[in-house]
C-alpha cells in the first residue's frame, strides 16, 4: 500500500509499506478515503512541531471505510463509516482520572506521535473509531476532528445561549468554533485580518465582523456589548497581543479561551483578571467531543458550507503541500482523497 510519510524537514516521500493487520480483538482495519491537511501536519513537514518525531505518516483528520474487524468488536461492522478520534490515552493518571485524556501525561496521537492516517489502510482500537452515516459525503465527514476542536473551546468557555462570543481568528478553526457556538445560541463576532475570511465568517453565521488590521477591536466590542464586554474570547490567533486584548475586552466573570502557544511570553496584568475574576482555560485537542459532532454531522447541523476549498489525489500530495504553504490566503481547508 502507499502511504505519506515525511521523512525529514521539507522532505515528503510516498512508499510502499506493507497493509497492516488486525492483532488484537479489538481491532478495525479501516480503508482510508479522505484525510485533511491541517496546520499541524504543517508544522511537522516544517519540523517545527516541537511533539512529533520524524520519520512520521501524518494525517489525523481522517475518514474510511471498515474492512475488517476483530473478534471483540461489538459496534461496528464491516461497511461501516467511520471518523478518527486521533488520541490515545493510558487511562490511569491524574488527567484520565478527571476525564480529560486530551492532557493524558502518556498521550499519543494519531499522526503526532504515532502514524496517522496519510496512508491507503491502517488499524486502530474500536475505541478510536466513530460510526457517521454512510450516506452523507466524505468531504463533509473528513472534518469531525476540526469541529471536534471548535467544540472542546466552546465547552472550555462554557458558551451558553445568550453569551456574546468574541473569536479571534477567522481561519478554518476560527471557523469550527463559530458553528458550534452558534449551535450554542450565542451571539458571535469575528476578527481577522483578512478581508476574504470575514467574508466567510459571514457566510457561516458571525453576527459581527471586524477587521483588527483596520478598526479598534476594543472599541468595537465595548460598541457591540453595550460597554460591557463579551462574555467569552476565544483566541484561536494565539499571539501575545491577542492573547492580551484578550483580557481587556472581556467581560466581568468572563472566560478567557487560548487554543494554542507562542515562543514569545505575554505581559498580562493581574488587575483585570482579579477585578473581572475572570476564568482562563486552555484548550487542547478534545474531551469525548466526538459524539456530540457525529450526531450533528448525522443531523446535517454541520455542513462544511465551503469551508473545504482544495482537494489533491494521493500522488498530487507534494503539490497540495506546496500550494497550502504557498498560497495560505487562498486555503481555507485542502484534503487528500483516496479513492
Known amino acids: 500500500m502507499k502511504a505519506i510519510q515525511i521523512k525529514q524537514a521539507h522532505k515528503l516521500v510516498i512508499q510502499e509499506t506493507e497493509r ?10 479501516v480503508k482510508t478515503k479522505r484525510v485533511g491537511i491541517c496546520g499541524s501536519d504543517m508544522h511537522i513537514y516544517h519540523g517545527t512541531n516541537p511533539l512529533a518525531t520524524l520519520p512520521r505518516v501524518v494525517g489525523h483528520e481522517v475518514a474510511g471505510e471498515v474492512m475488517e474487524v476483530g473478534k471483540s468488536v461489538t459496534d461496528i461492522q464491516i461497511g461501516d463509516h467511520v471518523v478518527v478520534e486521533p488520541i490515545n490515552y493510558c487511562g490511569e493518571c ?3 482520572q478527571k476525564k480529560r485524556p486530551n492532557v493524558c501525561e502518556n498521550l499519543s496521537v494519531f499522526g503526532v506521535h504515532e502514524d496517522g492516517g496519510m496512508r491507503e489502510w491502517f488499524v486502530l482500537p474500536e475505541k478510536q473509531l466513530h ?8 468531504e463533509e465527514i473528513v472534518l469531525a476532528e476540526p469541529y471536534t476542536i471548535g467544540a472542546q473551546a466552546v465547552w472550555r468557555g462554557e458558551v451558553e445561549k445568550g453569551d456574546t462570543v468574541l473569536i479571534q481568528g477567522a481561519g478554518p478553526i476560527g471557523i469550527c468554533i463559530l458553528k458550534l457556538a452558534k449551535l450554542q445560541g ?19 453565521g458571525a453576527d459581527v465582523t471586524v477587521h483588527a488590521g483596520q478598526e479598534d477591536v476594543r472599541h468595537r466590542v465595548k460598541e457591540w456589548t453595550n460597554g460591557k464586554g ?30 494554542g502557544f507562542d515562543e514569545r511570553p505575554s505581559a498580562i496584568p493581574q488587575l483585570p483578571i482579579t477585578k473581572k475574576e475572570i476564568t482562563v482555560t486552555g484548550s487542547r485537542l478534545q474531551t469525548n467531543q466526538f459524539p456530540k459532532i457525529v450526531q450533528l454531522l448525522n443531523e446535517k447541523k454541520l455542513c462544511h458550507n465551503g469551508l473545504i476549498t482544495h482537494q489533491f489525489a494521493l500522488d498530487e500530495v507534494q503539490e497540495a503541500f506546496n500550494f497550502v504553504e504557498a498560497h495560505p490566503k487562498q486555503v481555507r481547508k485542502a484534503i487528500i482523497v483516496f479513492d
Open 20 to 29: 497492516p493487520k488486525i492483532l488484537n480483538p479489538t481491532d478495525v482495519l
Open 94 to 96: 491524574y488527567a484520565c
Open 131 to 138: 460510526v457517521v452515516d454512510s450516506t452523507l459525503p466524505w
Open 186 to 204: 450565542a451571539t458571535v463576532m469575528m476578527t481577522d485580518l483578512s478581508e476574504e475570511r470575514l467574508g466567510f465568517a459571514n457566510e457561516n
Open 230 to 259: 463579551a462574555n467569552v474570547v476565544i483566541d484561536a490567533v494565539c499571539l501575545p497581543n491577542t492573547f492580551q486584548l484578550s483580557f481587556e475586552v472581556v467581560s466581568a466573570a468572563g472566560r478567557v479561551v487560548v487554543l
